[in-house]
């Protein structure tokens, strides 16, 4: 019998996250001095998406293909067969996706938004509504430039920043209910259910919605589709909150979500720790109405857009997604920076979710109006602080609607991530720390406004400035605290 590292107590009781796994190659950082990270900052528009990495110390901007793999996952890139049709490695993937999800099709594509612009080409159209816990920003970006109409039906509470809620992202039951008797079952194009919901702080789903969710959907005959990407937090989820699943082993729990679902679909550089993505489904019907779309957007049906090497890794790391010691790092990673950030008083969204931390920014700078993009400003006043590059999540990661007005997000954060196996706890115990003397200092960070606003996504690559002179008077006070700079 192997130790749950959970079980694994300290003499001295204190709580810390141990790693069941050691590092055997590793990628030297930098941490460059405040002054050049205020330049760096300027030369990056003030968003984190466009600093160079090269002048980050710690990079918790995503998970997103920057997990660490394990060794098997390297082997197994060895193997790869890259034949452009019917290729070995096609048919091990799928395999192994039908084994974890009793799935019949597996669809390849090179990421998750490429999943996404195939299901929306697919079953969106102009007016057609779909309804889901909650959205993301390039699911709800790909719908909407169809015509599609986005609504959400997460509970009123799992808006709130701190809550004892176990599954905040949760479906409201009567609320899905009301939505589709509005909009009319026909003029419903799907509902999705995403697990470890995103936007809202990685807050996971319970088996029991995951149920109630697909009857619903079942009786009414509308489709269910399943957003997997951020599926491994979420089972550790379930596994450790829902006391009735705490026995059932995680392939059980797996293979009943994809009996739920119509159709599934991942971002691999999430789910499986490899760079790519899939839909997968029972259905032979849905599986024609998308496969000729993959051929047209993605490439040949036995490679859709990914490298075969990335698909050997991902075929290894889907399987470790069963191995509870593998996903539980993160979770409790993210709980222990979380601790830190609480104990210090800082607001931080609970109860701690998957993915990373996150730190609720209109909170943090309630000075800062709503407008001026709080959750950005912080974001770079992080970097400023520590070197640390964290992602905007709140109204700058909205898209203005359709009359050119702001949508002001329901949630202004902050999020850290914490990859998979890539942070130590020291590492982490820096974060806490930058972040408690910018909390000190909080009245000093001001407001941002765009320099230049892209139509789409303005996110990833849209420039902003201070109001008013801000970063300096921060710079200022840090040389202040700590002269060295770093
Ligand atoms: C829940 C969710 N869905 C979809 C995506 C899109 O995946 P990708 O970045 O691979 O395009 C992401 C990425 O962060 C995600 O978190």
Redesign the pocket.
């Known amino acids: 019998m192997l130790a749950n590292c959970e079980k694994i107590n300290f003499f001295s009781g204190e709580e810390i996250p141990l790693e069941m796994h050691k590092a055997r190659m590793v990628q030297r950082i930098f941490l460059p001095t405040a002054e050049r990270r205020l330049e760096v900052l300027k030369e990056g528009g003030f968003n984190t998406f466009l600093l160079p990495n090269r002048e980050v110390f710690l990079d918790m901007l ?1 998970d ?2 920057v997990n660490a793999m394990s060794e098997a996952q390297y082997a197994a890139m060895m193997l790869a067969d890259d034949s452009y049709a019917g290729s070995q490695t096609f048919y091990r993937l799928a395999e192994t996706l039908g084994e974890l999800f009793g799935t019949k099709y597996f669809l390849p594509a090179h ?4 999943c ?1 612009n195939i299901l929306a080409n697919a079953y969106v159209g102009e007016g057609r509504v779909t309804i889901m816990n909650y959205h ?1 920003t ?2 709800k970006a790909h719908i909407t430039r169809l015509g599609g109409r986005v609504l959400e039906a997460l509970a009123d509470d799992a808006l709130e920043s701190a809550s004892d809620n176990p599954f905040k992202g949760n479906f409201d039951l009567g609320k899905l209910e009301k939505m589709v008797a509005e909009a009319g079952v026909d003029n419903v194009a799907f509902v999705r259910l ?5 936007l809202i702080g990685g807050q996971p789903v319970s088996m029991a919605n995951m149920r109630a969710v697909s009857a619903f959907c079942r009786k009414r005959g509308l489709l269910l589709v399943f ?1 997997a ?2 599926l491994a937090d979420n089972l550790y989820f379930i596994k450790t909150r829902e006391a009735a699943e705490a026995h059932r082993s995680l392939a059980e729990i797996v293979l009943e979500i994809g009996s739920l679902m119509d159709i599934s679909y991942f ?4 789910l499986g720790c490899a760079r790519g ?1 899939g839909l997968i489904t029972s259905s032979a019907e849905h599986y024609e109405k998308m496969r000729g779309l993959v051929t047209l957007y993605e490439g040949f049906l036995t490679y859709g857009g990914m490298s075969v090497r990335e698909m050997e890794a991902m075929n290894v790391g889907l399987k470790e997604t069963l191995d509870f010691q593998v996903i539980n790092q993160t979770p409790i990673f993210v709980a222990a920076l979380g601790r830190e950030l609480v104990a210090r008083g800082l607001p931080v969204i609970t109860p701690f979710g998957g ?1 990373g931390c996150h730190v609720d920014a209109g909170a943090f700078l309630a000075h800062v109006p709503q407008e001026q993009y709080p959750a950005g400003a912080l974001a770079a006043a992080v970097y400023l602080t520590g070197g640390i590059r964290g992602m905007e999540r709140g109204t700058l990661s909205e898209q203005r609607g359709p009359d050119g007005r702001e949508t002001m997000a329901q949630m202004e954060l902050v999020r850290l991530a914490v990859p998979k196996r890539v942070f130590t706890l020291s590492q982490l115990k820096f974060v806490a720390d930058r972040l408690a003397w910018l909390h000190k200092n909080r009245e000093l960070v001001g407001g941002l406004e765009f320099e230049e606003e892209p139509e789409s996504l303005r996110f990833f690559f849209g420039r902003l400035r201070p109001k008013g002179d801000w970063p300096e008077r921060l710079l200022e006070r840090f040389l202040r605290d700590m002269p060295s700079g770093v």
């Open positions: 995503t997103s293909g990421q998750g938004r490429a996404e993301f390039t699911t995403e697990a470890g919901t995103n957003d990407s951020l971002s691999g550089r999430k993505g993915l």
